[in-house]
């Protein structure tokens, strides 16, 4: 009687921590290769590759995401759905300043990716870096690391 009494409690359990979890909390579509950032104590999340079909398929090639979210002082997860945004994209680098951050490169739908893109999480914007840098000096690149 006790073991029965113990699974019941186990199950109980399991399904109240999964409903905490999945409805308390508006979570961003599960991803891979994305960059994260933290600037005035929010961490600041971009791009990846995922589906809306659960972590499973994500963790496959899905397709390359530009949305932004932001994980908040209250725990919880924040949509930001900013102005004119970059092109798609994963595995791409990312550095923060006091006030913004940069992305560089990474891998879209067209391959390699050889652009810059600024947020400024005040306007809720996005801006591109023109690169003044001569072809041969600069190579596109995807799965690198950045830094201010």
Same mark, same amino acid.
């Given at each position: /009687? ?10 109980? =359990?399991? =399904?109240?921590? $999964? ?6 909390? $508006? @979570?961003? #579509? ?8 933290? !600037?005035?104590? =929010? ?7 995922? &589906?809306?079909? %659960? ?10 995401? &530009?949305?932004?979210? !932001? +994980? &908040?002082?209250? $725990?919880?997860?924040?949509?930001? #759905? ?8 994963? $595995? ?8 913004? +951050?940069? !992305?560089?490169?990474? *891998? %879209?739908?067209?391959?390699?990716? &050889?652009? /810059?893109?600024?947020? @400024?999480?005040?306007?809720? *914007? @996005? %801006? ?21």
């Amino acid at each position: /009687m006790h073991y029965k009494t113990s699974i019941i409690s186990l199950i109980v =359990l399991s =399904l109240s921590v $999964n409903t905490l979890f999945s409805q308390s909390t $508006n @979570w961003p #579509v599960p991803r891979q290769g994305h960059s994260m950032v933290v !600037i005035d104590s =929010l961490i600041y999340i971009f791009g990846g590759q995922g &589906n809306e079909d %659960g972590i499973l398929k994500a963790m496959k090639a899905g397709p390359q995401l &530009n949305d932004v979210w !932001i +994980f &908040n002082e209250d $725990n919880e997860y924040e949509e930001e #759905v900013p102005y004119d945004p970059p092109p798609r994209r994963h $595995n791409h680098g990312v550095c923060g300043q006091e006030k913004d +951050f940069f !992305i560089f490169g990474g *891998s %879209g739908e067209e391959g390699i990716i &050889n652009d /810059m893109y600024y947020f @400024w999480p005040s306007a809720n *914007s @996005w %801006g591109e870096v023109r690169m003044n840098i001569e072809e041969r000096y600069y190579t596109p690149r995807s799965d690198h690391t950045v830094n201010a």
